[in-house]
Every structure is written in C-alpha cells, then in structure tokens.
C-alpha cells in the first residue's frame, strides 16, 4: 500500500517538531499538523514566556539589593502591558523561525485538528491523509478541581495574557507552576497565598529542597496554606471569595485566582478508538519504552504519554522514536537522572534520587551530605537568604545517587553536575575536584 506520507505528526510542540526535523533529516516524507502556534506549550504558554517574567521579576529583587550596593535609591516603574506585550512578540518571531525551518526540511505543514479515521488515516479541516506511521504529540493541558465558583479561576495559560497585574492573587496548587507564578508575582508587589492539599509545596522533590524553597518565599511574605484545598469561589464587590477547606478553614480575597493543579492529555478529541489505540487510566496514551503504543504503526512521545512532563524529555523521546524507527538504532530514553528546576527565587533544582526515595531502596547504607549557608552576594544586604546543598550518597563508596540544590543558579550547577552524577560518581569524586572560587557551586566540593 502507498501512503501520502512516511511519517505524520499530531502536534508542533518540542516532542513533535523534533521527531519531524530528525525524520526528515534522514529524508523521511514528514507532515506535521498543529491546531494552535508552533512550538506548543512550551514555546507559548510554558517554558519561554516563563522565564522571561522570571527575568522581569528579578529586576525588581534586584532593585531591593541595589541601595546595600552603593546605588542611590532606584525608581523604577514597571509597566506589565508593555513588557507582555514584547514577550509575545517575540514569540511570533520564535513561531516564525519554527516555521521557516520547517519549510526548509521539506516538512509539509497542516493547521488544524487532526482526528484518526483508522490506523493509517487522519482528518484535518476536512482533508483525508494517510500514513506509513503516526507519532501523537499532542501534549496536555491544565486540569480544575470541579468546585462551584471554578469559572472565576484562570489557567496558566491565561496567565500570560493577563491585562494588567492583579493586587491579590490566590494560587491553588503549590507544584513547579503555581510556586514559580507565586514567586514571580510577588516580585512584581502582588499579595499572594498558595493553597495546597499536600503538607509542603513541591511534592516529589527532597523534603530540604521543599522546605528551603517553602522558607524562603515566605520571608517575602507569600501566604502557604497547606493540608487544604478551595471549597468554593463566589464573586464579590471587593472580589472573588475563595472559601478554604482542610486544615485551614478560612475565606481569602483575590483580584485573581490561578488554578495549578496538574496537567492532562489531550487525548480526549482525537478519536483515537477508530484506531483501536489504548489510553491508561488518566487518559495518557499507552506506550511502551520505545514508545509504541499498542498499533504497530503508531508512536506517542511528551506530555501526553504522562511520563515525565518536561521540555526536554519529549525531544529525547521524541529523538530516540526517530532513531529507532527510521534510523535502524534502536534507542531508549533513560529517566534515572533527569535534572528539573523549579524556577522560584530562591530557585531550586535537582537530579537523581532524593533522600526519601534513596532511603526507600538502600535502607540504612544511604547517607547525606548538606550545609545551609548564606551566599556571598547577601551578605553585604540586609535580606536573609539562605542557600541549601544537599548530597545524597549510599554506601562504602559513597556514591552519588542525589544532588539537590536552592539558591542563585540552582538550575545551572544541577545541570552540570548532572552529567557527573550520571557516569556515577563518589563523593570523593567531587572532594578532589578543585573548585572556582567564590561561587556557590564550590560547596558542593567542600561537603563534610
Ligand atoms: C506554565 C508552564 C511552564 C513550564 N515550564 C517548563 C520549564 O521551565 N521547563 C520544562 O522542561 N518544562 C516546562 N513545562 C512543561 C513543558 O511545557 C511540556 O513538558 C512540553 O511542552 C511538552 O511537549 P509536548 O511536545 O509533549 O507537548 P506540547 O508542548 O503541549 O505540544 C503539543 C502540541 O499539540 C497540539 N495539538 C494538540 N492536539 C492536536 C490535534 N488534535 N491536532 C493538531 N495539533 C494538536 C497543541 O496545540 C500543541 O501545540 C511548563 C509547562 C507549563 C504549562
Ligand atoms: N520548571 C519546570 O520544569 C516546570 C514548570 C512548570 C510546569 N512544569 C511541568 O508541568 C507539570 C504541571 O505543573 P503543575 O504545577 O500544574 O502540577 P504539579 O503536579 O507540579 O503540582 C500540582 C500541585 O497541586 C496540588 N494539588 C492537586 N490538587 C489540588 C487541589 N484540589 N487543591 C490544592 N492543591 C492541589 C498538588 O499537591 C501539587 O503540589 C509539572 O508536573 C511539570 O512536569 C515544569
């Protein structure tokens, strides 16, 4: 049988613009098709426009530490319609580049929805294409807790587009989204509380790395209600009421209330029964390591396999599908060592086990290595910010299974010493490394 095409793509986030670059590279017949803008979540509504209003924010945390510096009083004025509007700016200019390298790979691109026919069919805006394989890359989206009043909320998503900076802004869901929009908010001068269901925020992470990271923005006075969720919203005059429930059973005032609860796949419009392609219980398509769902022909790599949600473990999945099925090599990703960052100020990241899980499966062989200190830029502030590093090693050799970090640069450092911990170091590894001094990163040489 011949097909339109030798590969067909559901989806232009990093997972499907990077299968369908490497495919056609080997001179794969590539189609890619996107509902939305190139570049998907990340691009768009994650990663990119995220860090650039970390970046703003730092400016005015920078300016609380200008006057101890030597400068004269700062006045600066921030002005968020102005600067939002740049950022999506240069997004359109990064869709852009997107899409002149698609053109020059000869990757053939449909806008709109793609649903499945069958197995080797799919309907765009009314177009029949047909292909050898199709890869899903269709990512996720945010999901809401069903509660009266949720229509009041907003998502991440409306998050970079908000018209002007909201005075009070209520967070539900203390994970890497609503902690990352809880510092930045902050920093701008919004009033701002976090309701989580979970003891501390940043579940998943070493326990030391919650704590510093929960500690340190509640010095700049960010509200943590834990152990509780929002029961209700109602609309008031003065603004949207959410009611607390859990440990705290309270009403919060918020001129915005931002729901981070989680992702899910978007896997809901795809008619993917008429391909017979199996879901999981949270609607995350089934794969296997390779990332084969259950049809011989179709493949599934990102966000809406609900593997590991980052950027780049979808272009690694996303690489390893291409290398395996038209680059004849076969290859898996390996999710041991993947380092992540929560982009918080203070800021934290990690890789490898933490001291829970390594506990969980060494016992007593497992040790750890910390110091909490204050970095030297603070030290001429009157602003108490601490630094946390934090090795966890296991056994006689004292083998790094964890390196775990808060501070300035946190995610930098992790990432270097990611490639370290992957080769499987010692910690006396790291005691005969000679450090660059005076850095932060030096410490985790210097540990005792
Ligand atoms: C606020 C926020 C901040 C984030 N920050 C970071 C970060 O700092 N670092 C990091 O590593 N990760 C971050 N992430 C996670 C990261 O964005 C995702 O893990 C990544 O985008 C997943 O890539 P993907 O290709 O699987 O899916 P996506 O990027 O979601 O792309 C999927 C694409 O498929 C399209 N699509 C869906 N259905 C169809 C269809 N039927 N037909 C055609 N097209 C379709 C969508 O429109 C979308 O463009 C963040 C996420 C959010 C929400
Ligand atoms: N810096 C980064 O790499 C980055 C940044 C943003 C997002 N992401 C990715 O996107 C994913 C989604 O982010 P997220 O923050 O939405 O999810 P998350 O899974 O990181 O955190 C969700 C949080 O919401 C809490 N929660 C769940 N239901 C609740 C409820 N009803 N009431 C109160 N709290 C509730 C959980 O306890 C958890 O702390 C992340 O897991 C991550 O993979 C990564």
């Given at each position: 049988m011949t097909f339109d095409y030798d590969l067909f793509v559901i989806g232009a986030g990093p997972g499907g613009l990077a299968a369908a670059k490497k495919a056609a590279a080997l001179g794969v017949r590539v189609a890619i098709a996107e509902?939305?803008?190139?570049?998907?979540?990340?691009?768009?509504?994650?990663c990119t426009p995220k860090k650039f209003i970390v970046y703003a924010a730092d400016f005015a945390l920078q300016n609380q530490s200008a006057q101890s510096y030597g400068w004269s009083d700062c006045q600066w004025h921030f002005d968020w319609t102005l600067f939002i509007k740049s950022v999506h700016q240069k997004l359109e200019g990064i869709q852009h580049s997107f899409l002149q390298q698609l053109q020059k790979a000869g990757i053939e691109i449909i806008h709109g929805g793609a649903t499945f026919v069958d197995a080797h069919t799919l309907e765009i805006e009314g177009r029949k294409v047909t292909a050898d394989k199709i890869l899903i890359a269709v990512g996720g989206h945010p999901v809401q807790p069903?509660?009266?009043?949720?229509?009041?909320t907003i998502t991440s998503r409306e998050m970079f587009h908000l018209p002007y900076l909201p005075k009070r802004l209520a967070i539900i869901g203390g994970g890497y989204i609503g902690v990352e929009f809880s510092s930045m908010m902050n920093a701008f001068g919004c009033e701002v509380t976090v309701i989580d269901t979970?003891?501390?925020?940043?579940?998943?992470?070493?326990d030391d790395i919650r704590a510093g990271v929960q500690e340190g923005l509640s010095k700049r006075k960010i509200r943590f209600i834990s152990n509780s969720t929002a029961k209700e919203i109602k609309f008031s005059d003065d603004g949207l009421l959410l009611t607390t429930t859990g440990d705290k059973e309270e009403i919060i005032t918020a001129d915005t209330i931002l729901v981070a609860t989680g992702r899910a796949p978007?896997?809901?419009?795809?008619?993917l029964e008429k391909a017979s392609v199996e879901l999981g219980e949270k609607g995350e398509i089934k794969v296997d390591e390779?990332?084969?769902?259950?049809?011989?022909?179709i493949f599934a790599v990102g966000d809406c396999t609900n593997r590991v949600q980052l950027t780049p473990v979808a272009i690694t999945e996303a690489t390893d599908f291409v290398n395996s099925v038209f680059g004849k090599k076969p290859q898996k990703p390996s999710y041991d060592f993947v380092a992540s960052a929560v982009f918080a100020r203070p800021e934290a990241a990690s890789v490898g086990m933490s001291e829970a899980k390594a506990r969980e499966k060494f016992g007593k062989s497992v040790k750890c290595y910390r110091s909490k200190f204050q970095p030297l830029f603070y030290q001429l502030t009157e602003q108490d910010e601490q630094a946390t590093i934090k090795l966890v090693v296991e056994g006689e050799s004292e083998k790094v299974l964890g390196v775990h970090m808060v501070g300035e640069h946190a995610a930098d450092i992790i990432q270097s010493l990611a490639v370290a911990i992957r080769k499987g170091i010692t910690k006396q590894d790291l005691d005969d490394t000679i450090g660059i001094h005076?850095?932060?990163?030096?410490e985790f040489l210097t540990l005792d």
């Open positions: 509902q939305e803008a190139l570049g998907g979540t990340c691009v768009n509504r994650g069903d509660i009266p009043g949720i229509e009041y979970g003891e501390m925020i940043l579940s998943g992470f070493d978007n896997t809901k419009n795809l008619d390779y990332s084969r769902t259950n049809q011989e022909n005076p850095t932060t990163a030096e």
